[in-house]
């Protein structure tokens, strides 16, 4: 009687230290499965940053490209403009020749405008004696 209660004790002692180690392995799993937990999203957390990265990448790139664009289109906006200059100096230098032209040509007018109001001025009285003139051949002619 005294081997079975020791070994009932042993029993009992063994199944209790078991129990223990179970607790303790539950508790071990329960904190291995919430650190799979924290790992899952830890790393999709990583997924989402690494993708945040590859879209910051491909953005910068993109500006880049377009830094690059914009570059080559002042470039080109820059030709553009010193065309135009080049073709208002042309243009304005086109109007100064036709208004110097005008000019000249009004100038002559107002030579010729003062030759003729000149000539004009004795054309009265010529006209006059051209009539005495003919009133007196015609005169002449009856007589």
């Known amino acids: 009687e005294g081997c079975e209660m ?9 199944l209790k230290e078991l129990r223990e180690q179970l607790t ?14 924290a790992m899952e999203k830890v790393k999709a957390e ?15 790139k993109e500006l880049e490209a377009s830094c690059e664009n ?16 080049e073709q208002y100096a042309q243009q304005r230098e086109a109007v100064r020749n036709v208004l110097a032209q005008y000019d000249r040509r ?4 107002e030579a ?4 003729a109001e000149k000539a004009q001025e004795g054309l009265p009285e010529a006209i006059a004696q051209c009539e005495k003139d003919l009133a007196a051949l015609q005169a002449a002619n009856k007589a």
């Open 112 to 115: 010729d405008r003062a030759a």
């Open 6 to 14: 020791k070994a009932s004790m042993s029993v009992s002692e063994d």
């Open 70 to 85: 914009t570059e080559d289109d002042i470039a080109a906006l820059e030709k553009d403009i010193a065309r135009i200059k």
């Open 24 to 37: 303790k392995k539950r508790e071990e799993e329960k904190q291995i499965v919430r650190a799979q937990g």
């Open 46 to 60: 990583l997924e989402r940053t690494a993708l945040e990265l590859r879209t910051q990448e491909n953005r910068k």
């Open 106 to 109: 009004y100038a002559t007018a």
